[in-house]
Structures are given as structure tokens and as C-alpha cells.
């Protein structure tokens, strides 16, 4: 049973440009989180997608986007990319109703 | 103010030894995660608890949600066990608030 899948695990992006991440969330899991962890800190909410909306959101600006598609996967979109952009991306999945998270590997995302 | 404190930020221990990382918080919560985090960034679920104690192997993990403090143990630490641990408090919505996290290093 294979868990939680994200793509790219690294890219280099130029700060302007603009980068999509993708994740798959595990089988049975119709949840998905979205989490920013910069070098040497703790992962930070970015937003949570349940039946293709998104129903939270944590304190990041417009230019993070993000879609559920009807297989429960999803996509991050950043927009206009700063050096601050830079960190590690974790998506982690859950069944809706219940608190048990699987986590991804994550995308090592690099602004330059 | 962080509504979640970890502590230490950075432990050493020598194989075998006695390991405890602390967490509290100040949220309301649904559920608590301890979570690890080796270098490469891959996090894995060690538990979910939303009272008493739950043991998996040499690790055990206890909450007290009435004091909002719940702790971590590593028993007969060994060097494999090195990595950042996490406490992530749930809340209601299911959304995860993440600690800084617990640096900890088991030497030979």
C-alpha cells in the first residue's frame, strides 16, 4: 500500500517564476495537508483541501495556491517566487474524520 | 508566543541511556502526534494520542491533557533513534501546529 507520494523531491526555480507541487495522498485518505518547513525550523500550515475546497488556511500569502482534484490528490501552486520561498514542502494526508496523519517525503524546492 | 514548546532543542545521549523530550501547549486539541524527522526530511507518525499512555517498542508516549504537557521516552536509546523529534498538537479541524522540534543525537 503505498503512502503518501509527492513530485518533484527537488527543483530549482528562479525567483519570478512560478512552481507547482504535487502530491498523492495514501489510499483511503480523502484529506490533504499542506506544510512549509524552512532550514532548521518546524513545518508551518499552509492550507488543508477536503472535497476539493479548501478549508483552512494558515498565514501565507495569496500567491500560494493550491487544488484537490476528485482522485484526492492534489497541487500547490506558488506564484511570483521569492528567496524566502526556499524550504522544504510536506504534504501529509488523513481520512476525513479522524487525526491520523501520513506524511510524505517531501519537495526540496531551491529559489535562486 | 509559541503555542507549542519543546524541550530541550538539542539533546546527546550515549547508547542505552534514558531519553525523555517534552512538549506543551497552550491550544486547544483534538489529538497529539510525536512525529521524527530524519535528515532528508521524510517525517514519520510515531503516535497519536488523545489521553493516557501508548508504547510502541522502546517508545512511549504519554499525555496529560488536563496540565496540557505530553512526554516522549526513548528506552535503551541507540544510535539508529538520532533524529529531530516533533510534537503536533490537532486540533479540531484536524489541523496540525507543529513544535520546533527536538534535536537528538545517540553516540556509540
Known amino acids: 500500500d503505498a503512502g503518501v507520494t509527492q513530485s518533484p523531491t527537488h527543483l530549482i526555480k528562479t525567483r519570478g517564476q512560478q512552481v507547482t507541487l504535487r502530491c498523492s495522498p495514501k489510499?483511503?485518505?480523502?484529506?490533504v495537508s499542506w506544510y512549509q518547513q524552512a532550514l532548521g525550523q518546524g513545518p508551518q500550515f499552509i492550507f488543508q483541501y477536503y472535497e476539493e475546497e479548501e478549508r483552512q488556511r494558515g498565514n501565507f500569502p495569496d500567491r500560494f495556491s493550491g487544488h484537490q482534484f476528485p482522485n484526492y490528490s492534489s497541487e500547490l501552486n506558488v506564484n511570483a517566487l521569492l528567496l524566502g520561498d526556499s524550504a522544504l514542502y510536506l504534504c501529509?494526508?488523513?481520512?476525513?474524520?479522524?487525526?491520523?496523519?501520513?506524511f510524505g517525503s517531501g519537495t526540496r524546492l531551491t529559489v535562486v | 508566543k509559541n503555542e507549542v514548546e519543546q524541550s530541550p532543542q538539542n539533546l546527546t545521549a550515549q547508547e542505552g541511556e534514558f531519553i525523555t523530550i517534552n512538549c506543551s501547549y497552550s491550544?486547544?486539541?483534538?489529538?497529539l502526534h510525536w512525529l521524527q524527522q530524519h535528515p532528508g526530511g521524510g517525517i514519520v507518525s510515531l503516535f497519536m494520542?488523545?489521553?493516557g499512555k501508548k508504547k510502541h517498542g522502546r517508545l512511549i508516549a504519554t499525555i496529560n491533557i488536563q496540565e496540557k504537557h505530553s512526554s516522549l521516552h526513548i528506552t535503551a536509546s541507540h544510535p539508529r533513534d538520532s533524529a529531530v523529534y516533533i510534537c503536533?498538537?490537532?486540533?479540531?479541524?484536524?489541523?496540525?501546529?507543529f513544535g520546533a522540534g527536538t534535536q537528538v543525537v545517540v553516540t556509540p
Open positions: 503536533a498538537p490537532t486540533d479540531s479541524w484536524g489541523k496540525l501546529q
Open positions: 501529509a494526508s488523513r481520512p476525513q474524520g479522524a487525526y491520523g496523519y501520513t
Open positions: 494520542l488523545s489521553s
Open positions: 489510499s483511503g485518505h480523502d484529506t
Open positions: 491550544v486547544g486539541i483534538s489529538a
